[in-house]
């Protein structure tokens, strides 16, 4: 038998169920099969059974459906979809016969389990092509959610008679609805560790990690690209993100100035703002928060400063701070915030985060010198720049007759302050004698003072 021909009575029936994502919603792709024309005379196939999905068996033993997991299973919210993540997909579904040949003109309905915030199918039923396939398009709503579609149709037995009319055969997986853009209070940076070795050193890397969220704190779309700079060393340019995340490696180079480094992360999204009414858009009266332009604070103070890089995006030439009176920016406006001005260009997402490249040349300041028996000293150890010294640097005591012990003698990856000294307590025993005290950095040359212990 012709993998075409079109037999009437369905004795066995397997539909594949097809999730695939649309950029736009064109009404000329839902149609049967492979046709244009809307009427299911698309041309025929050899029934595309190969892909992966979940078989049930139909009732009376009549067939089987096997449902495939919906590609995407993420859609964005009305007025959100983006190049990353549209705001439809296309449930195609299959009818194949017992050996696995299109069937055409079968009538199959589809239904929306949860119609909350408005998603909708293009159409409720389709009669299935030459190729076996019909179609519908499911387009989000406008509130955060889940839901799944209902394929149905009538059960027929070998002689073509109706056992059952109407019979749900088949639901999709759940299809995600979220804005998926990022907002302006979604970004946050980490880093493995923020005082490595290399002020002295070159190549001495550090993986910083980006996680960004939308206005539900759920993960922005995946492929969203995020650009980095910093204001010493090597930094890679872009990460883009999966499941919310994307990581970059910074590489101490030329120039150091200081030790500091600044890294910027930026991308575009959306103004972040208070959603008083639940729906998920901006609304007209509902607070927000303007951004300026995205700068790379070097001086520390936690605002721009005249001589931190900051990206021109006004291009007047001069650095242009937050504006308390600027429209909303971003997507996902009403009809009425458009019509005032808003959602008239995307926001810049940044954030900052700092670490130090510390030194090799380390010290004790002040200086040690001689103690009495049963002190508690603190010392402070620090880099040649007055820094915390890199990670893994260490602070040893060896005793002659005396005796002393220390208490964090290791500097740790993430110490609490940069830009300052590692405190070290030793605590000295009842004993006379002397204490040799040593600091040294996992690459550098050991440092070492002699005091004695009276």
Known sequence: MSPCTHKPLLS???????VTALAACNPSTESGGNSDNGNGDGGGGNGGNDNNG??????????????????????????????????????????LDNDLNPVAGHDVSFAITDSTGGPELTRDSATTGSDGSASTILRSGTVQGTTQVEVSMDLLDSNGNVIEQDVHVATTQPVSMHTA??????????????????????????????????????PVADGTQVNF?????????????????????????????????????????????????????????ESYEPQGEPFVDTEGTGQFDPGDFFWDLSGTGDYTPADPGAHYKGIGCTEDALEHGHCDERAVVFNNIVLVASGSDLRLDPEPTDVSVSDTVIYQ????????????????????????TALDSEVPERPGALFGP?????????????????????????????ISVN
């Open 12 to 18: 066995h029936l397997l539909v594949l169920l097809a």
């Open 54 to 95: 979940d078989l049930v068996e139909l009732d009376y033993g009549v067939g089987f459906v096997l449902v495939m997991d919906p590609a995407p299973n993420q859609i964005a919210l009305r007025g959100y979809g983006t190049g990353q993540i549209p705001e439809t997909t296309r449930l195609a579904v299959q009818v």
């Open 181 to 218: 853009a990022p907002v302006t209070d979604g970004m946050s940076l980490s880093a493995d560790v923020f005082n490595p070795e290399g002020y002295d050193y070159n190549g001495i890397p550090v993986q910083v990690t980006v996680h960004l969220g939308d206005i539900h704190r759920n």
């Open 229 to 285: 700079l910093a204001s010493t060393g090597l930094v890679d340019p872009v990460c883009t993100t999966d499941n919310g995340a994307c990581t970059i490696e910074w590489r101490s180079a030329h120039p150091r100035g200081d030790g500091r480094v600044d890294i910027l992360a930026r991308t575009n999204g959306n103004d972040a703002f208070v959603d008083t009414n639940g729906n998920s858009r901006f609304d007209l009266g």
């Open 381 to 404: 150890m620090v880099d040649q720049n007055g820094n915390v010294p890199p990670a893994g640097s260490d602070l040893s005591i060896n005793c002659t007759d005396a005796s002393a």
């Open 422 to 450: 590692w405190p070290v307590v030793i605590n000295y025993g009842d004993d006379p004698g002397s204490c040799t005290l040593e600091v040294q950095s996992p690459n550098g040359l050991p440092q070492r003072y002699t």
